[in-house]
């Protein structure tokens, strides 16, 4: 494909306007730079940044409890076939975050926010957008942790799986088991991969493999993040698990450096369950209330 067709490509798959309650397409949605639901809404639009893919349906299920007068558009991931094609650090992907912003919307007040390290990127692009003058009225952090590189100890299968059972163990009673089962489908299907992977490259079908671009990605900018003081008012929706994972912190350790405005509030489901329904249900409403406080 010739430069200029490259370009036309992505012009022509720059903003993909989905509504809250049609099936999507998953994998073709992550091909569009942005994603939108609700965008003739006259309120300050939520702008989610996506680190990971097909994150269309937390956008989708946000939007169903947020309501039509509520614009929420999501900046999708990078994407590429080379660790060179994605970013490196926090910073990085805020400084490919802003241009799309800027894009979408060149002016007036906005929320920033997203999922697990999304928030983390949220956080930085906001200081950027601060910075050029722009109105940012709150930061909303979905379960987002202050990054730090995981216990060499908690790495293992054995260990690893030690750790989550620990973690279960001071969950409330009716989330152990729903925790627990989520966590032993995932050790099953990384156990299938690195099977798999082996298998390939004992057959030099795929000698040397690495990850996924993306994946390495997300990993990478997690264990180079530098944490910084932030005056940003910043909403915290967390759950029981990460609230244990941090050592039972309310912040999910960015205490020391959220100088703004704060709130914390805790949210049903785990990490990866929180934005899907039914537990999205519970959290909506206390979001549409945050929001209408902003008005």
Not at 11 to 26: M, S, Y
Not at 79 to 103: M, N, S
Not at 132 to 149: I, Y
Request: hydrophobic share 35%; net charge positive; charged share 25%.
């Amino acid at each position: 494909m010739r430069p200029d067709d490259a370009r036309s490509a992505a012009e022509a798959r720059f903003l993909l306007e989905v509504k809250p309650n049609e099936t999507v397409d998953l994998d073709d949605a992550d091909t569009w730079t942005a994603v939108a639901a609700h965008t003739a809404g006259r309120r300050p639009p939520l702008f989610m940044v996506h680190t990971w893919k097909q994150e269309v349906q937390h956008l989708q299920h946000l939007a169903r409890g947020l309501g039509e007068d509520q614009p929420i558009y999501a900046i999708s991931p990078p994407r590429g076939e080379w660790p060179g094609d994605y970013p490196r650090t926090a910073d990085d992907w805020a400084g490919f975050c802003l241009p799309v912003l800027r894009r979408l919307r060149p002016e007036g007040p906005i929320v920033l926010g997203g999922w697990s390290f999304g928030g983390v990127v949220a956080l930085s692009l906001a200081e950027r957008v601060v910075a050029a003058g722009r109105d940012v009225r709150r930061v909303v952090f979905f379960d987002s942790r202050l990054p730090k590189p995981h216990p060499r100890r908690e790495r293992g299968t054995l260990r690893h799986g030690l750790h989550h059972l620990e973690t279960a163990l001071g969950l409330p009673r009716g989330q152990r088991l729903p925790y627990l089962r989520t966590k032993l489908s995932t050790l099953r299907n990384y156990q299938k991969k690195v099977k798999l992977r082996r298998e390939r490259e004992a057959r030099s079908e795929a000698p040397g493999k690495s990850k996924e671009p993306l994946l390495k990605a997300v990993n990478t900018s997690y264990l180079k993040y530098e944490p910084f003081p932030s005056e940003l008012p910043v909403s915290l929706f967390w759950t029981a698990e990460s609230y244990e994972h941090v050592g039972r912190d309310l912040t999910l350790g960015w205490g020391a450096y959220l100088r703004g405005a704060f709130e914390s509030r805790v949210t049903p489901g785990t990490h990866t369950t929180m934005l899907r329904p039914p537990n999205v249900g519970s959290l909506t409403p206390v979001l549409r209330a945050a929001l209408d406080a902003l008005q």
